[in-house]
């Protein structure tokens, strides 16, 4: 009796302190875009700076994603973490102390190292330190109850700090919390590892990341290249995912084992984690400038409206294991895709009203919201519980890659959508008035939501546009692309996800890759 006590006092301070790093990586999602227009001007940082302030965390989680969960099956999932939390704290202080937006990016990269890292791990030590079912299940509402009040307040928590302070604290806020974290790490965790833990798979870590790094740069500087720069930029990306797949066919101990893929709950939760990341995740991004740019609303406006977007998040998780429970992920995994998709769409209609405001946007925000909510937590716990707690390192390695690169990749994408969908109306109301590349640039500016001063750079719209109307609704125009393409692409993928879970489970569940043969 004595040693249970013990045992459940240690596996909640282990919880405190994993949900407390998790608590960082949310808050750093989140917060981040609201001082995005603040960079635009104090960094003079153009739209381009803007996604690659953003992208290159999420790239650089990529990159660690699974030697992180390798590393920690290896020389033990608590040395890891602790090396990993104190990286975040270090590379967070570089960031808000970096002096230009290219000096932040490269700290942002050094973050999103640390940070993948961090986050590989917190899922890693839940899925070893609570390895009974049902107490693992309750472990990780928990955990996505607190990643969501990261993620829920950290846009309030961000226009706040730019209101109050100024955008450096955005960052630097992050390097107590990571001590914190650390006493309850180092108090609480148990040191776990797989003894069967193999080599670093360098070939296959090098040829993922050069492949997305390299789809992403074409989808974000795609239209500063030439016929020929771009055509080798795919060449190269196309290439090095052709390596990757043939390093992981023929090393002996690759990092994606695809065996995994042919148990069908890893697999259907494999698209909820891509779900949320083609739509919900990378819209939060541009979200604050449709907000601030399109209907006028300042900083600490926008944050407390995004409370709406987010705080489903935080609020669903019991009510998402309780429906997993009921109905098994084959439904509640699809069903929070769904709602999300439903959400999107609701605010693609909200946002073309005429007259539209944030109660127009209200609807499928908050529907958006309860999507996410429904789908986060059944998709972790499914993709950890669909194999043997001695590969929770590599499942939730493939769970988390399969998360950011669907983020880096749409990063770029709602980018250009946006861009392309203000070039759309431009072209149409304005005509041949303005030269491509003028027309191009000025669409650039128009995406960054500032749409003050846009004649200094664009002389011509002074007597195009007196009023401002035109660029006004091509930015409208812009979010509408970007809205309808995110609902149609979820509401896809919820989908292929039922199909891929295939009929209702009657037999156990499988526990690990021997199941599955």
Same mark, same amino acid.
């Given at each position: 009796?004595?040693?249970?006590?013990?045992?459940?006092?240690?596996?909640?301070?282990?919880?405190?302190?994993?949900?407390?790093?998790?608590?960082?990586?949310?808050?750093?999602?989140?917060?981040?875009?609201?001082?995005?227009?603040?960079?635009?001007?104090?960094?003079?940082?153009?739209?381009?700076?803007?996604?690659?302030?953003?992208?290159?965390?999420?790239?650089?989680?990529?990159?660690?994603?699974?030697?992180?969960?390798?590393?920690?099956?290896?020389?033990?999932?608590? %040395?890891?973490?602790?090396?990993?939390?104190?990286?975040?704290?270090?590379?967070?202080?570089?960031?808000?102390?970096?002096?230009?937006?290219?000096?932040?990016?490269?700290?942002?990269?050094?973050?999103?190292?640390?940070?993948?890292?961090?986050?590989?791990?917190?899922?890693?030590?839940?899925?070893? $330190?609570?390895?009974?079912?049902?107490?693992?299940?309750?472990?990780?509402?928990?955990?996505?109850?607190?990643?969501?009040?990261?993620?829920?307040?950290?846009?309030?928590?961000?226009?706040?700090?730019?209101?109050?302070?100024?955008?450096?604290?955005?960052?630097?806020?992050?390097?107590?919390?990571?001590?914190?974290?650390?006493?309850?790490?180092?108090?609480?965790?148990? $040191?776990?590892?797989?003894?069967?833990? $193999?080599?670093?798979?360098?070939?296959?870590?090098?040829?993922?990341?050069?492949?997305?790094?390299?789809?992403?740069?074409?989808?974000?500087?795609?239209?500063?290249?030439?016929? %020929?720069?771009?055509?080798?930029?795919?060449?190269?990306?196309?290439?090095?995912?052709?390596?990757?797949?043939?390093?992981?066919?023929?090393?002996?101990?690759?990092?994606?084992?695809?065996?995994?893929?042919?148990?069908?709950?890893?697999?259907?939760?494999?698209?909820?984690?891509?779900?949320?990341?083609?739509?919900?995740?990378?819209?939060?991004?541009?979200?604050?400038?449709?907000?601030?740019?399109?209907?006028?609303?300042?900083?600490?406006?926008?944050?407390?409206?995004?409370?709406?977007?987010?705080?489903?998040?935080?609020?669903?998780?019991?009510?998402?294991?309780?429906?997993?429970?009921?109905?098994?992920?084959?439904?509640?995994?699809?069903?929070?895709?769904?709602?999300?998709?439903?959400?999107?769409?609701?605010?693609?209609?909200?946002?073309?009203?005429?007259?539209?405001?944030?109660?127009?946007?209200?609807?499928?925000?908050?529907?958006?919201?309860?999507?996410?909510?429904?789908?986060?937590?059944?998709?972790?716990?499914?993709?950890?519980?669909?194999? %043997?707690?001695?590969?929770?390192?590599?499942?939730?390695?493939?769970?988390?890659?399969?998360?950011?690169?669907?983020?880096?990749?749409?990063?770029?994408?709602?980018?250009?959508?946006?861009? $392309?969908?203000?070039?759309?109306?431009?072209?149409?109301?304005?005509?041949?008035?303005?030269?491509?590349?003028?027309?191009?640039?000025?669409?650039?500016?128009?995406?960054?939501?500032?749409?003050?001063?846009?004649?200094?750079?664009?002389?011509?719209?002074?007597?195009?546009?007196?009023?401002?109307?035109?660029?006004?609704?091509?930015?409208?125009?812009?979010?509408?692309?970007?809205?309808?393409?995110?609902?149609?692409?979820?509401?896809?993928?919820?989908?292929?996800?039922?199909?891929?879970?295939?009929?209702?489970?009657?037999?156990?569940?499988?526990?690990?890759?021997?199941?599955?043969?």
């Amino acid at each position: 009796m004595e040693r249970d006590r013990y045992a459940n006092s240690t596996n909640t301070i282990a919880l405190t302190g994993v949900c407390l790093a998790s608590l960082l990586f949310g808050l750093e999602i989140s917060s981040v875009p609201m001082i995005l227009p603040k960079l635009e001007s104090v960094l003079a940082a153009d739209f381009k700076d803007l996604q690659w302030i953003m992208n290159a965390y999420t790239i650089a989680c990529t990159t660690v994603l699974m030697a992180t969960g390798t590393l920690a099956d290896r020389f033990g999932r608590k %040395s890891v973490m602790v090396i990993t939390t104190v990286a975040f704290g270090l590379a967070s202080l570089l960031c808000g102390l970096a002096p230009s937006a290219a000096l932040l990016i490269a700290a942002r990269f050094l973050q999103g190292l640390a940070g993948g890292a961090m986050l590989t791990c917190s899922v890693a030590v839940l899925s070893h $330190q609570f390895q009974d079912g049902r107490e693992r299940g309750k472990a990780f509402v928990a955990w996505s109850v607190v990643s969501g009040i990261g993620l829920g307040f950290g846009p309030a928590i961000g226009g706040l700090i730019v209101a109050l302070s100024n955008w450096q604290w955005v960052f630097l806020i992050h390097v107590p919390l990571a001590l914190l974290a650390l006493a309850f790490i180092g108090a609480g965790v148990t $040191q776990s590892r797989d003894h069967n833990a $193999q080599k670093l798979d360098w070939a296959g870590m090098l040829t993922l990341s050069a492949s997305v790094f390299g789809f992403s740069y074409l989808i974000t500087q795609g239209a500063d290249l030439g016929t %020929s720069a771009r055509i080798g930029v795919i060449s190269a990306s196309v290439a090095a995912f052709i390596a990757f797949l043939v390093a992981e066919r023929v090393n002996p101990y690759p990092m994606f084992d695809f065996a995994v893929f042919r148990i069908r709950q890893f697999s259907g939760a494999i698209m909820g984690a891509i779900g949320m990341n083609f739509s919900y995740w990378p819209f939060i991004i541009y979200l604050p400038i449709y907000y601030s740019g399109v209907l006028g609303y300042d900083s600490t406006t926008t944050g407390l409206l995004l409370l709406v977007y987010t705080l489903p998040f935080m609020v669903m998780p019991p009510i998402a294991e309780r429906l997993r429970a009921r109905y098994q992920a084959r439904i509640a995994i699809p069903l929070g895709l769904l709602t999300l998709g439903i959400g999107f769409i609701a605010m693609w209609i909200g946002s073309g009203l005429e007259g539209a405001t944030w109660l127009t946007m209200l609807p499928g925000t908050l529907i958006a919201g309860i999507g996410i909510g429904l789908t986060n937590s059944p998709t972790t716990n499914t993709t950890t519980g669909a194999v %043997s707690p001695d590969r929770a390192g590599m499942a939730s390695g493939i769970d988390i890659s399969a998360r950011l690169i669907t983020l880096a990749i749409n990063i770029a994408v709602l980018g250009l959508l946006l861009t $392309q969908g203000i070039v759309s109306h431009l072209r149409a109301t304005l005509g041949a008035a303005l030269e491509p590349d003028e027309l191009r640039a000025l669409a650039e500016r128009v995406a960054t939501g500032n749409l003050e001063g846009l004649a200094q750079g664009t002389p011509k719209l002074a007597a195009l546009d007196p009023s401002g109307a035109i660029v006004h609704a091509a930015l409208v125009n812009g979010f509408g692309w970007v809205m309808l393409y995110c609902g149609i692409g979820v509401l896809a993928l919820s989908v292929i996800g039922f199909v891929i879970f295939g009929p209702k489970r009657v037999a156990p569940q499988e526990t690990g890759l021997a199941a599955a043969e």
